[in-house]
Nanobody, 119 residues
Framework: EVQLVASGGDSVQAGGSLRLSCAAS??????MGWFRQAPGKEREGVAV???????IYADFVKGRFTIFRDNAKNTLYLQMNSLQPEDTAMYYC???????????????WGQGIQVTVSS
């Protein structure tokens, strides 16, 4: 089992930026991703990256968020720009074996971190 520890959550104003980090005990999974869950909503996929750096993004973050990984540091990142109040959610990093934005395809999860965007 991989241990995932996320960090970087904060409160920002609309239009601001944040970078989330997720330190993994090891990168044994080919696919690493970020998911989020807003109050009263289901958890949704945000972005996923493969070990060879193929990426997929949810439509609602394309052009604003960038997922990347540093394999030497076993760390996953999510650079979030042009944040909007609707991006407010608990964000989770996860490791899985499929290139997918479906949470059911990921079986290792980090703790959630809060991102709050005010208008």
């Amino acid at each position: 089992e991989v241990q995932l520890v996320a960090s970087g959550g904060d409160s920002v104003q609309a239009g601001g930026s944040l970078r989330l980090s997720c330190a993994a005990s090891r990168f044994t999974y080919a696919y690493m991703g970020w998911f989020r869950q807003a109050p009263g909503k289901e958890r949704e996929g945000v972005a996923v990256i493969s070990s060879v750096r193929d990426r997929i993004y949810a439509d609602f973050v394309k052009g604003r968020f960038t997922i990347f990984r540093d394999n030497a540091k076993n760390t996953l990142y999510l650079q979030m720009n042009s944040l909007q109040p609707e991006d407010t959610a608990m964000y989770y990093c996860a490791a899985g074996r499929v290139m997918s934005l479906r949470q059911g395809d990921f079986d290792n999860w980090g703790q959630g971190i809060q991102v709050t965007v005010s208008s």
